[in-house]
């Protein structure tokens, strides 16, 4: 059975070299979820330069859309959206009508490679009617595990960075680096540049970056924590906070109920910036504080220093990405660590981490509650220090 997989990837490495193999990535996630495909999408790209690479991703309105993270990644030919609102709203003979029309449009494009990297019976049927040869995807069920022929393995206690990198070795391909990359435009960087000079804000290491909400309520930690925080930065480091928020009403009604509590006045951009000019304003940050979220994933991206709050997520799945390492040194049990330049501080419970929607399922982690402001300041001291003098 070894000599026929090696047989199979010593064929896919000729045929890539002749042929402009085109491949066709699947995530139809969030928007986190979709910037930690980009070490693949990468490194498809460093082992041959002749491929032609689409991601199919959720569409949606601002704030819940995913296409954007990937807009100005040149290593992609085309981001292709697929609208599952839009589609589950209508009624069911239309409904069947968009989805095969859909379908026959992927089918059309002749991809030679499919790579769901989802554990979906969505991507998984994408898949099928591809019309693929090479068809990836994870085992999990008897009847999908005959649509692939080549299998990802369980995620487990990985990285999804590392998860999300595992066909190349189906694919004989090399991995060269795992640098997780975001790109914006000149137009962003000017945007927010004017935005931080009219809150007298000059100097790139002068503010720190609090993005407080995610679309996960269960993976807030409590206001009045957020607010001590904020306070800390503006009234004791003398470093302004500046928040950020998907433009949502319930996040943005999280960064109201917060400020309402602060006895600072940091500056709120939530709602006013979209997702790539926040990014191009946490690469300007000294550093970020936050809780699980997209922007978390950001931030590390941009080798901005990330202090997370992590409760019912596994860390060693979903921790902020050191994008010097070549491995993953999270560990789901062990509590507070350092992992390059982040820090995360999540509770050692028995019960963590647990993926849940809060405890018993009340949108609220008990284990994000009761956080030791004294150890979060000390560490938000030391981060702000550390990058200072960096």
């Not at 699947?26 to 070490?39: N, Q």
């Not at 859909?102 to 969505?122: A, C, G, P, Q, W």
């Not at 206690?157 to 914006?184: A, C, M, S, Y």
């Not at 997370?308 to 799945?317: L, Q, S, W």
């Amino acid at each position: 059975m070894a000599g026929f997989y090696y047989c199979q990837a010593l064929c896919t490495i000729y045929f890539l070299e002749v042929y402009q193999m085109k491949i066709l990535i699947i995530k139809l996630r969030s928007v986190g979820d979709v910037l930690l495909v980009t070490p693949l999408i990468k490194n498809l790209k460093l082992n041959h330069l002749n491929l032609f690479i689409d991601v199919l991703v959720n569409a949606g309105t601002p704030g819940k859309g995913t296409s954007e993270i990937l807009l100005g990644n040149l290593n992609i030919n085309n981001i292709v959206e697929y609208n599952r609102e839009k589609v589950s709203s209508m009624p069911l003979l239309k409904k069947i009508k968009e989805e095969f029309s859909f379908l026959m449009k992927l089918r059309s494009t002749k991809y030679d490679v499919v790579i769901n990297l989802d554990n979906s019976e969505r991507g998984a049927y994408i898949a099928f009617f591809s019309g693929a040869s090479t068809r990836i995807g994870l085992n999990n069920k008897p009847y999908i595990n005959r649509i692939y022929n080549r299998h990802l393995k369980v995620q487990n206690n990985h990285h999804t960075v590392d998860f999300n990198l595992q066909p190349l070795g189906l694919l004989g391909l090399k991995i060269f680096n795992k640098t997780v990359e975001v790109f914006w435009s000149d137009t962003d960087n000017v945007y927010v540049a004017k935005k931080l000079e009219d809150t007298d804000i000059y100097s790139t290491t002068s503010f720190i970056h609090i993005h407080p909400s995610s679309r996960g309520v269960e993976k807030c930690i409590k206001n009045e924590l957020m607010a001590q925080i904020i306070d800390y930065c503006e009234l004791e480091l003398n470093l302004k906070a500046v928040l950020t928020a998907a433009p949502l009403k319930d996040e943005m009604e999280r960064v109201s109920d917060i400020l309402r509590l602060c006895k600072s006045s940091p500056v709120n951009m939530s709602g006013k910036l979209t997702l790539l000019q926040t990014a191009a304003l946490n690469k300007k940050a000294r550093l970020f504080i936050g809780v699980d979220t997209a922007i978390m994933h950001i931030s590390a991206a941009n080798d901005t220093p990330v202090l997370a709050f992590f409760g019912p997520t596994a860390v060693d799945n979903w921790g902020p990405w050191d994008n010097n390492a070549m491995e993953s040194l999270h560990d789901r049990k062990k509590g507070f660590q350092e992992i390059g330049k982040h820090r995360i501080y999540t509770e050692k419970r028995d019960c963590l981490p647990c993926s849940k929607n809060g405890c018993n399922n009340s949108l609220i982690s008990d284990c994000l509650m009761d956080l030791d402001i004294g150890f979060i300041t000390n560490q938000i001291k030391d981060m702000a220090s550390e990058n200072l003098n960096s």
